[in-house]
């Protein structure tokens, strides 16, 4: 038997495995039973608009604002982690190493109501202390993803930059960073996706009506109704939100390759 | 070569009586596992179930059905899980009995079947103690927060009950809580009346219970629809203790002269 | 004696243990194109380099128009703003138009209005034949092209002298000439300059003088034309012969 022969029938024979144990399985499963303890129409109904309009906004509201914290941290722990004074490196590079080394939960947790205990300080604000922590958390994410950035551009444009006389701080923020953030708008669409999916773990500090963001407001529909459904339909609006995101990310990434 | 075959024909047989028979006597409790009674709680709640230093389980919860399991010949081991949606998890097979200071309500008993009654409870308002003078009633919440944890008919009572500018915060667990109250997230906890009072009692400088509310509401032990003869044999163990004193030996123990 | 607009006395540079420069002296006079010429690892591009303190010289002095601009309390974007660099590479700003690679560096370091800046942006673009290329960004731009648009960026800064680090070693061959051109004029102009490369024929129809460094130190120094055609040094003959062997 040649060797194309033989392995057109490791194929077919891969095939009619995958067939024959698709088919066993869909055999095995209860479809009726399935469909209605996950896929119920009316429970399914029963979700919108609220899921949209108060659990989904809730969750664009924690990711926006955290988002945008995470942001300004990371560059500025960025640019402490790069800077030629060794306090202000050191300090970045713990503050880096301890938020990507805990989990985020830990975090949120010790931030929302293990340093208001502690230190007596109230943080104001419904969505500040969810906000904040995945700030802070992320914000050590995103300065590695930054200073990476940072080092991808050319040093010839730092030292173009200095010949015409500008100083390091113009150079940096007319020249370095506006391409450092090109460079990285890829990785850090992850980074707001991972971010997003993380706002689940907030409801830990408390929810109020107004708060209520999806995975919360999913396991309550689970819990009340005793169907999986609203779990389903939270995980697709969380979906509907993702996918584009990254598909959005790929499409950027192929057009910058082309233009170089 | 006969005799060996001899002697593995019997030893087959062998194990599959002894399954079968192990199979009868959790059989009918439909045990997840065998001998043992496996329990889902919401812990550490206290004084109803939390470990000690030594992490054993201790708690009017835990003590009662400890003696409940020993009536019947089981030993008690204990999973944790989060109190909202717990009394699903028999079904789930995560355990066989829920023991978690739960009480019984027309909702949870269309999808859980419970014990017996074990225990009377009422809803009540734990608040900072700084706050003593200003906060007397539910009344005073009137603009407040108000902490409940997820699932609980405190969080129905809450509902139902407080002023309607008070603002509801829902938690997955009461230790979140407490420390929202510390901290001033929260101006007041409505919850179970024993566990506000076990923690103000514990710590009377920073806390301290303020109203209580006549509910009726009782405690029981819950389990899958289809596990009947699991709730009849705990029903006639927690009869058994009511009479010979164990009941109160144990309520002595953590609610002395209630 | 007019003041040099660069006087490099006794520099020594050393990259870890390595010693790239080993004490050089080294001037260039008002209007003159000094083309300094050696192999590769000689530390001329060194040299350069640090003139503009884009390498800190570990010891030795150099002066720009007579300012100690090796002095640690020297001001030094202010001094950069008196030379003119061009790169090898080009560095251009790849996310700003020609215009405003011409113009960023005189509104914040100048601080020149936007109208006066794009005036004379506009005249450098004139004055090294590209402005047509205005609006472009330099991915769109030939090597040359985008060289050219480097050297323009560095004269709208009205610097008194140009420092050229290899300008035209990362050129394709056909593309050479345009740049050599505009380089050409700028000496007629009577612009300082001083110009690391390989370009001998430029060299000898431009430059003033030809200075040979190998292995850190001045070999030779002089005119072009007897450089060239009468090297003094064995080392300098050898690196002519190798360089001119096609």
């Avoid at chain 2, 014990?115 to 734990?126: G, M």
Wanted: proline share 5%; with cysteine.
């Amino acid at each position: 038997m040649s060797k194309r022969q033989k392995s057109r029938l490791i194929r077919i024979a891969i095939y009619i495995v995958t067939v024959i144990f698709l088919a066993l399985v869909g055999r095995a499963i209860d479809w009726p039973v399935l469909r209605e303890a996950l896929f119920n129409w009316d429970i399914a109904k029963e979700q919108f608009p609220r899921v949209i309009t108060m659990a989904a906004r809730n969750t664009l509201i924690f990711t926006a604002i955290g988002f945008t914290g995470s942001l300004v941290l990371g560059l500025v722990l960025a640019l402490m982690r790069l800077s030629t004074i060794r306090p202000y490196r050191w300090f970045a590079s713990i503050y880096i190493e301890t938020f990507r080394g805990l989990p985020a939960l830990l975090t949120i947790f010790l931030i929302g109501l293990g340093v208001p205990v502690a230190t007596g300080l109230r943080i104001p604000g419904v969505y500040t202390a969810g906000s904040l922590a995945l700030a802070i958390v992320y914000g050590a994410y995103m300065a590695e993803t930054i200073r990476a950035g940072i080092e991808a551009v050319p040093r010839g444009q730092m030292e173009a930059a200095r010949s015409l006389g500008m100083t390091y701080g113009t150079a940096m923020r007319t020249i370095i960073i506006p391409q450092a953030f090109r460079i990285v708008i890829p990785p850090m669409t992850n980074e707001f996706i991972a971010l997003l999916k993380d706002t689940s773990l907030i409801s830990v500090l408390g929810v109020t009506d107004l708060t209520r963001e999806l995975t919360r407001f999913g396991r309550d529909g689970v819990i009340h109704l005793f169907n999986a459904t609203p779990l389903v339909v939270a995980g697709l609006v969380y979906l509907a939100m993702t996918v584009p995101m990254t598909r959005g990310v790929a499409q950027l990434e192929k057009r910058a390759a082309r233009a170089r | 070569m006969k005799r060996l075959r001899g002697v593995l024909l019997l030893a087959v047989v062998i194990t599959l009586v002894a399954t079968a028979c192990a199979k009868g006597a959790s059989g009918d409790y439909k045990l997840v596992k065998a001998d043992t009674l496996t329990v889902c709680t919401d812990a550490p709640y206290e004084p109803f179930e939390y470990q000690d230093a030594n992490g054993n389980w201790t708690g009017f919860d835990m003590d009662l059905i400890s003696k409940i399991a020993d009536g019947l010949g089981l030993k008690l081991e204990v999973t944790i899980q989060p109190f909202d949606g717990i009394w699903l998890q028999p079904q789930a097979g995560a355990c066989d009995l829920v023991v978690s200071a739960m009480t019984i309500t027309p909702d949870r008993s269309a999808a859980a079947l419970f014990s017996d009654p074990y225990f009377d409870a009422d809803q009540s308002l734990l608040i900072r103690k700084s706050d003593e003078g200003t906060l007397t009633s539910l009344a005073d919440m009137a603009g407040k927060t108000i902490g409940v944890q997820t699932g609980t008919t405190g969080e129905i009572y809450a509902k139902d009950n407080a002023p309607a500018d008070a603002t509801l915060k829902s938690f997955d667990e009461p230790a979140a809580m407490f420390l929202a109250l510390q901290s001033g997230d929260i101006d007041g906890i409505l919850q179970d009346f024993p566990v506000n009072l076990d923690r103000a009692n514990q710590d009377p400088t920073n806390f301290v219970v303020t109203e209580k509310f006549a509910t009726g509401e009782q405690y029981g032990f819950a389990t899958s629809n289809d596990r009947t003869a699991l709730i009849d044999a705990i029903n006639s163990e927690l009869k058994k203790l009511r009479d010979n004193g164990g009941y109160d030996e144990v309520f002595q123990k953590y609610f002395p002269g209630g | 004696m007019p003041i040099p607009p660069i006087q490099v006395v006794d520099l020594h540079k050393y990259f870890g243990t390595l010693e790239v420069l080993k004490g050089i002296d080294f001037q260039v006079n008002h209007s003159e194109v000094v083309c300094v010429i050696g192999p590769s690892g000689s530390g001329k591009s060194t040299l350069l380099r640090c003139i503009n303190r884009l390498e800190e010289p570990t010891a030795g002095k150099i002066y720009i128009e007579g300012e100690d601009f090796t002095d640690p309390d020297a001001d030094v974007d202010a001094l950069r703003t008196k030379i003119g660099m061009v790169f090898q590479r080009f560095n251009l700003f790849p996310h700003l138009t020609v215009l405003a690679n011409l113009t960023i560096a005189q509104r914040r370091v100048l601080k020149r209005s936007s109208e006066e800046a794009q005036d004379v942006a506009v005249k450098m673009l004139e004055r090294v034949g590209l402005t047509e290329k205005v609006d472009e960004f330099p991915i769109r731009l030939s090597g040359g092209q985008q060289q050219r648009v480097a050297i323009a960026r560095a004269l709208c800064m009205n610097p008194d002298l140009m420092l050229f680090d290899e300008p035209t070693s990362a050129l394709d061959p056909e593309l050479v000439g345009e740049v050599l051109d505009v380089m050409r004029k700028l000496a007629e102009e009577g612009m300082t300059m001083m110009v690391v490369t390989h370009e001998m024929g430029f060299a000898r129809q431009v430059g003033d003088r030809v200075t040979f460094i190998d292995g850190g130190v001045v070999v030779e120094e002089n005119t072009p034309e007897e450089i060239l055609m009468n090297p003094q040094q064995e080392r300098t003959r050898k690196f002519l012969e190798a360089v001119q062997h096609y």
